[in-house]
C-alpha cells in the first residue's frame, strides 16, 4: 500500500511517500515540499500548491492520502493558509478517488514514539529509524509529511481498516500485473 502524507500549509507544504508492505514493514519512498512563493498572491500561492501536489500524487499514484488535520493557532492566517492547503490535498485526492484520512499531530505523535506529547527530533529520529533513513528528513515540513503517513500505516481503524485492505487487495493485484502473472 502507498500512502502519500501531507502536512499542510501555505509556503511549505510537506509531502512524503511510503510503501506499506507485508506485516506493516513500511518503506520510504519519497519525502520533499512543494513551495509556494509569500511574496505572489494568494490565489497563486495556492495554484501553485495544488498543482505541486497533483504532480506528486500522479507521480506516486498512493493508494491513501493522508493529511495533519489542521489544529488551532494563535495567528489566524497561519491556521486559514494551512485549512487552505489541507483542503486543495483532500480535493486532489478525492478527484482521483483516493481515499483520504486526517490524523491530529497528537495522533501521530501517538502512533510513532507512543507519546502524544514527543518533542520533534524525537518525531524526526523515529521517523528515520522506522524508515531505515541514514539522516533526519528534513526540512521539518517533509519530516512531519512522513510521521502521517506513518501513522495512517500504524492506526488504521473503522473505516481506514477497510481502506487498508482495499488497498491490499488494489497493491496484490498489481504486483501481479508486474510479475506477468
Not at 3 to 16: A, E, H, R, Y
Not at 108 to 115: F, Q, R, V, W, Y
Not at 118 to 126: D, L, T
Not at 154 to 181: C, I, N, Y
Request: charged content about 20%; aromatic content about 4%.
Amino acid at each position: 500500500m502507498i500512502i502519500l502524507g501531507v502536512d499542510p500549509g501555505l509556503t511549505l507544504c510537506g509531502v512524503g511517500v511510503i510503501e506499506a508492505g507485508a506485516y506493516r514493514r513500511l518503506s520510504f519512498i519519497h519525502v520533499d515540499v512543494v513551495r509556494s512563493d509569500p511574496k505572489t498572491s494568494q490565489d497563486l500561492r495556492l495554484l501553485a500548491i495544488y498543482n505541486g501536489l497533483v504532480e506528486k500524487i500522479e507521480r506516486f499514484a498512493p493508494d491513501a492520502v493522508s493529511i495533519e488535520r489542521v489544529f488551532a493557532q494563535e495567528n489566524r492566517n497561519t491556521v486559514l493558509g494551512t485549512a487552505q492547503a489541507a483542503g486543495l490535498a483532500m480535493l486532489a485526492a478525492a478527484q482521483r478517488g483516493i481515499p483520504v484520512a486526517l490524523h491530529t499531530p497528537t495522533e501521530s505523535k501517538l502512533a510513532i514514539t507512543g507519546n502524544g506529547k514527543a518533542e520533534k527530533i524525537q518525531m524526526e529520529r523515529m521517523v528515520a529509524r522506522i524508515l531505515g533513513l541514514n539522516t533526519l528528513p528534513k526540512p521539518a515540513d517533509a519530516a512531519d509529511a512522513l510521521a502521517i503517513a506513518i501513522c495512517h500505516a500504524l492506526r488504521p481503524a473503522g473505516a481506514l481498516q477497510r481502506q487498508w485492505a482495499q488497498a491490499s487487495q488494489k497493491a496484490a493485484r498489481r504486483q501481479g500485473v508486474r510479475r506477468g502473472m
